[in-house]
DNA sequence: CCCAAAATGTTAGTAGATAACATTATTTCG
DNA sequence: CGAAATAATGTTATCTACTAACATTTTGGG
């Protein structure tokens, strides 16, 4: 064998499934895509792909960007308002996203949007997000459930940073993304 | 050709299956209750239950107080800031709730939340919520799809008043829900 | 009462998802 | 290397949500 240590098999099983998984719902939808089919193709049984997914919908819903935006909020200054704090970490989260992450994601919101099964789940994708904005908004000695004022904040700034990704998404990402969110941003500013 | 009305029958049965569902949920779960055993004790065929709701779902998930929320975001004054409008009209909102309303929202809040099944489709309740305040808030001569100023306002105040909400359902009702959206409110405003 | 529409039932089937158990790869270690 | 241990996958059976097509009953106005 060749030497370096390729990935297990289990995770090329896995990539193998998304990768179908994502080409069949673009090409002929995702209802029109059972998983049986889905398995067929990689060469699988059905069972193998529960095993790596808990459910078909979990190979378009995965966002690895949140634990990310936690830290990066931890990280600002408490000198300025939540919101702020926010925006500011999205905005350096977006200039460490490598151009082919940034096509991922593109493509993933692009097809959860065309996806009626899906489009209503963007909102479980934020809420996602909106956790991970809560720890990192909670002040550092807080345990437990978050105050309504943090959850309430963290709620709000989710809910615009997902605007902003989704308009995003629908003009193909020919806009740019960092000016979307500082627009989204400065229009909850601008409401209060 | 006569055609009348006669939609009587057909009400008393979607309300039999509808609370009966609710019972069942509380009793025994929601997952361990199937869409056969309500429409068994309904004394109907499962059919007969997906003719009334399009998924078993649709049985907790329901809101019929956006269309009010609308309205009484058109009613806000424009010289407010958007935010201010939303709030003030989600206010008179409640205020024109009555007792059981009130019973029967904090009920199925509650079975919401506590149903993980449902409980990420919260947000998918406020989406529609999110909407009616894109309407409400769009300007009277736009057309087609808002603004993302107009969109991120709207998500922005549909998650605060979730927020809100779900606090009021998680403390059982017990504190004032006029006072829960005040506070999550004013945590935005403070917070921008 | 009559009859057309509305409501419901029957039956059969698809698809997502899980369980139990058998089988095959892969890795580890003597 | 080669066998034991372990991980990955396959088979089969089953449950449940949900839909389609067609038959049957119920409802309410003329």
Redesign the interface.
């Known amino acids: 064998m060749s030497g370096g240590s390729r990935p297990s098999k289990s995770q090329r099983t896995r990539a193998t499934l998304q990768e179908i998984a994502l080409r069949l719902f673009d090409e002929q939808g995702y209802e029109a895509t059972s998983v049986a089919q889905i398995a067929q193709e990689a060469g699988v049984s059905h069972m193998t792909f529960f095993r790596h997914f808990p459910s078909k919908e979990e190979v378009v819903l995965e966002d690895e960007y949140n634990p990310l935006l936690e830290e990066l909020i931890r990280g600002q200054p408490a000198t300025v ?4 704090r926010v925006h500011a970490a999205v905005l350096t989260g977006l200039e460490r996203l490598g151009e082919s992450d940034r096509y991922a994601l593109l493509r993933r919101v692009g097809l959860l949007l065309s996806i009626p099964a899906l489009r ?2 963007i ?2 994708n ?2 996602s997000a ?1 956790t991970a904005f809560e720890r990192g908004l909670a002040a550092d000695g807080e345990d437990g459930t978050p105050s ?6 963290a ?6 940073l ?3 990704v989704v ?1 995003w998404a629908q003009g193909e990402g020919e806009q740019d993304l960092a000016g ?1 969110v500082d ?10």
């Open positions: 308002s939540g919101v702020e209503s789940r909102d479980e934020l809420a909106r309504l004022a943090v959850r309430a904040v709620a709000a700034c989710s809910a615009v997902s605007a902003a308009d979307l627009e989204a941003f400065r229009a909850l500013r601008g409401a209060v």
